[in-house]
């Protein structure tokens, strides 16, 4: 790996649009998958991801201690329902601003607000902070995910966005059960900002990022890509599973009884570790059999996996089933975006990650503050099981990208999107 950025970076790839396919190895030498430019990325990357989850449990704890009623749902809530707007508004910001203004715009916004969680007291400051933190980690995830792609070579997509996965998921895998650990022992200020300061710092890194010269071609819009089958489809699976991942890193702490409180950072760490095996694993038999045979079999496991963790009062069964929502939850991930970004040219990758994100986002706001709702009247055991069911709605979908991917494996004709 060299450190020149113009020999180094890949451009886009306008070879390689929707149904197109990447050439093999036996062509001539693969191109570099880890560059200088990916480098960088996976610095700013794991800075955004690791405030996110540092706080992503412990605020829904330090809203409810702090005395607000419903406040768990209420924050968690309030943090994806900004994300999802700044997720809409953040492919037109990219277009007009690049890369690395977007990208600094949302890390200062995700670490800023952090610093100052618990300055002031109440729950429409924590709201407050939710809302900005919400709108950085959107522009983050957007305008990131979108120059990850245009950094990674088409015909290494599905290892590359394995890579990702897995770096993307170390902050995650470590910041999810620490935060909830820390907040335990040295109060909530140190964890706030703790998950201020390694956004902040992750600024450095995005002046030495390609910006514009990444950017070619028409971008699809927003409006074009809600009407695109290939998109929406997986989008709609991955939002389904989505939806659990919410419920689970904010009532998790809740559902499970005080006397297994040690079972909660066990169960969010193994669903974690579960979950990004799980997307690397994709990703290699993607590449190699494509990614639309994995999504009914991801979303089937998730929903078992919800099912088993209905039993809130057995330990061993709230973390195999945590383990085998993990599995299936990057199954999905890794599948329904490969796929997605499989749909559409290099132009269009902006709307994927937004897309995407908007799905992943939306399933975790509306988890979280509909089954708050739900378990007030029917208890956890019966919110989780009424989970699964309802994210067995999403097989329609997933099962016609299967019957569609096969037929493209086949050389056969498929129904339009």
Known sequence: MTTSKDSQTPPPHPGHGPGQVAPSASAGPRPPLVTRALMLRFVSMIGASASFFLLLSVVPLYATASGGGGGAGTATGALMLSTVVGELAAPRFVARHGYRVALIAGLFLLGAPALVLTAFPGMAWIVTVCLLRGLGFAFTVVAGGALTASLIPAERRGEGLALVGIVSGLPSLVGLPL??????????????????????????????????????????????????????????????????????????????????????????????????VARWAAGRHGDRHGPAGLVLPGLLVSAVGVLVTSLTEHPVAVVAGVALFGIGFGVTQNATLTLMYAGV????????????NFAYDAGMGIGAVGFGVLAGRTGYPWAFVLTAGVMLGAVVPAWRDRVTGRARSAGQPHPSC
């Open 179 to 276: 935060g909830v650990w820390l907040a335990s022992r040295v109060g909530y200020t140190p964890v706030a900002v703790a998950a201020g300061v390694v956004a902040l710092m992750a600024i450095v890194a995005v002046p030495g990022l390609p910006d514009r010269e990444l950017m070619s071609g028409r971008p699809v819009g927003m409006v074009a890509g809600f009407r695109m089958g290939q998109l929406v489809r997986p989008a709609v699976v991955f939002a389904a599973t989505a939806l659990a991942a919410g419920i689970i890193v904010t009532f998790l702490p809740l559902a499970v009884p005080p006397a297994f409180t040690g079972v909660v950072s066990v169960a969010l760490f193994v669903q974690t570790a579960a979950s990004t």
């Open 345 to 356: 040219s290099a132009s269009g990758y902006g709307t994927v990650s937004a897309l995407w």
